[in-house]
Nanobody
Framework: QVQLQESGGGSVQSGGSLRLSCTGS????????MGWFRQAPGKEREAVAT???????SYSDSVKGRFTISQDHAKNTTYLQMNSLTPEDTAMYYC??????????????RGQGTQVTVSS
């Protein structure tokens, strides 16, 4: 069974930084596209960053240049470094994994989520 566990959320002031971590099972880690999506109250889910099995990355326009996704294969962990945070980044952030194209991330497995709150 696929399991994903996020950590690292919290509350920061505008302009601050956070790093989210996601640990998944080894079976999925090397063969799946991994990523992060977020959902704020009353808003649709938004895939913000993905990293494919070949290491290629993709970002939504809303976070490009501020967020960085990376992986540590030895630890089976995917990270999301978030810099220059704004109140618009406030949301529940979910780690996700999909065994197909990264654009299908929202239809894959996901963790329980970690809350990120940015105050002005």
């Amino acid at each position: 069974q696929v399991q994903l566990q996020e950590s690292g959320g919290g509350s920061v002031q505008s302009g601050g930084s956070l790093r989210l971590s996601c640990t998944g099972s080894g079976y999925i880690y090397r063969n799946y596209c991994m990523g992060w999506f977020r959902q704020a109250p009353g808003k649709e889910r938004e895939a913000v960053a993905t990293i494919d099995s070949d290491g290629s990355t993709s970002y939504s326009d809303s976070v490009k240049g501020r967020f960085t996704i990376s992986q540590d294969h030895a630890k089976n962990t995917t990270y999301l470094q978030m810099n220059s945070l704004t109140p618009e980044d406030t949301a529940m952030y979910y780690c996700a994994a999909v065994g197909s194209w990264c654009d299908q991330l929202l239809f894959g497995f996901r963790g329980q989520g970690t809350q990120v709150t940015v105050s002005s």
